[in-house]
């Protein structure tokens, strides 16, 4: 079973700066289907990037994706206030077929 | 505007059954493989099963263990997840999702559902 682990588990930031998230898999993963997700309290995930790197519609271009095989990075270049959340990775696959990382909490500092 | 609305979520006791409904509006439902994913709130979310864009194909977490079933209703723009045999382990936040074409993710997620199984 692929395991994607997400650090940090917490990130604590002024707005203005750089976050960089990572998602690490257990086993390989196509570049393909790597996703991120934003979520805030009480809302449902909304999809920020798909296939490693492409940004969903209206997300803005603050937000990019990278990387390949294991490892995988979001990265937000200047932070705003509506970005502190908590994010997740997904992957698809064979069984089981979508997973979920266990998430980063970006908080402000 | 794209809408996912869940509905049909509540509080029942271990061995219920429950049947979750989806309603979609604002693009051609008929048009889109569907997913349900669970939530526990504070962690991350786990993809419980999905349907393909008539109904014929589906497939499921190895969890369900036959116990859910994901249909819809194309004349309708209804999702449903008809849920048999609850556990406590059940209890989440149940979202209904939109599949992105070609890209093994979901595009639009409805606002979720509560399921709560407690004796």
């Known amino acids: 079973e692929i395991v994607l682990t997400q650090s940090p588990g917490t990130l604590s930031l002024f707005p203005g700066e750089r976050a960089t998230l990572s998602c690490r898999a257990s086993?390989?993963?196509?570049?393909?289907?790597l996703a991120w997700y934003q979520q805030k309290p009480g809302q449902a995930p909304r999809l920020l990037i798909s296939g490693t790197s492409n940004r969903a519609t209206g997300v803005p271009d603050r937000f990019s994706g990278s990387g390949s095989g294991t490892d995988f990075t979001l990265t937000i270049s200047r932070l705003e206030p509506e970005d502190f959340a908590v994010y997740f990775c997904q992957r698809f696959d064979t069984s089981p077929m979508y997973t979920f990382g266990q998430g980063t909490r970006l908080e402000m500092k | 505007e794209v809408q996912l609305v869940e509905s049909g979520g509540g509080l029942l006791h271990p061995g219920g059954s429950l049947r979750l409904s989806c309603a979609a509006s604002g693009f051609t439902f008929s048009s889109y493989w569907m997913h349900w994913v669970r939530q526990i709130p504070g962690k991350g979310p786990v993809w419980v099963a999905r349907i393909d864009r008539d109904g014929s194909g589906t497939d499921y977490a190895d969890f369900v263990q036959g116990r859910f079933t994901i249909s819809r209703d194309n004349v309708k723009n209804t999702l449903f997840l008809q849920m048999n045999s609850l556990r406590g382990e059940d209890t989440a936040v149940y979202y209904c999702a939109r599949a992105l074409a070609g890209w093994g993710c979901m595009d639009v997620w409805g606002q979720g559902t509560t399921v709560t199984v407690s004796s």
């Open positions: 086993h390989s993963v196509s570049s393909n289907y």
